[in-house]
C-alpha cells in the first residue's frame, strides 16, 4: 500500500495512528489524504494532506441531482 484516500479528516487521522502502531512509516513511503480540512488536522505529525471540500457547494449539487431525478 502506497497511498490511502480516506472518506474524512477522522478516518485519516485514524489511518495515521494505525501505521503509527504497526511502525509504517508514513511520510514519504506512503501517503494518507483526508477530505473536510478540519482544524485539528493542523496538528498532525506528520501533517495530513487534505482536500477542502466546500459544504455549500456539495449542497447546491446533491439539491440539483436529487430535483433533476424528480
Not at 484516500?5 to 494505525?18: M, R, S, V
Not at 503509527?20 to 508514513?26: F, I, K, N, Q, S
Given at each position: 500500500?502506497?497511498?490511502v484516500?480516506?472518506?474524512?479528516?477522522?478516518?485519516?487521522?485514524?489511518?495515521?495512528?494505525?501505521a503509527?502502531?504497526?511502525?509504517?512509516?508514513?511520510?514519504?513511503?506512503?501517503?494518507v489524504?483526508?477530505?473536510?480540512?478540519?482544524?485539528?488536522?493542523?496538528?498532525?505529525?506528520?501533517?495530513?494532506?487534505?482536500?477542502?471540500f466546500?459544504?455549500?457547494n456539495a449542497?447546491?449539487?446533491?439539491?440539483?441531482?436529487?430535483?433533476?431525478?424528480?
Open positions: 500500500m502506497t497511498a484516500a480516506a472518506y474524512n479528516e477522522e478516518t485519516a487521522l485514524a489511518a495515521l495512528a494505525g503509527r502502531v504497526l511502525g509504517a512509516a508514513v511520510s514519504g513511503e506512503r501517503d489524504i483526508g477530505v473536510d480540512d478540519i482544524p485539528t488536522t493542523s496538528r498532525a505529525a506528520p501533517p495530513l494532506t487534505t482536500i477542502a466546500g459544504l455549500t449542497g447546491r449539487h446533491v439539491v440539483g441531482a436529487v430535483t433533476g431525478a424528480l
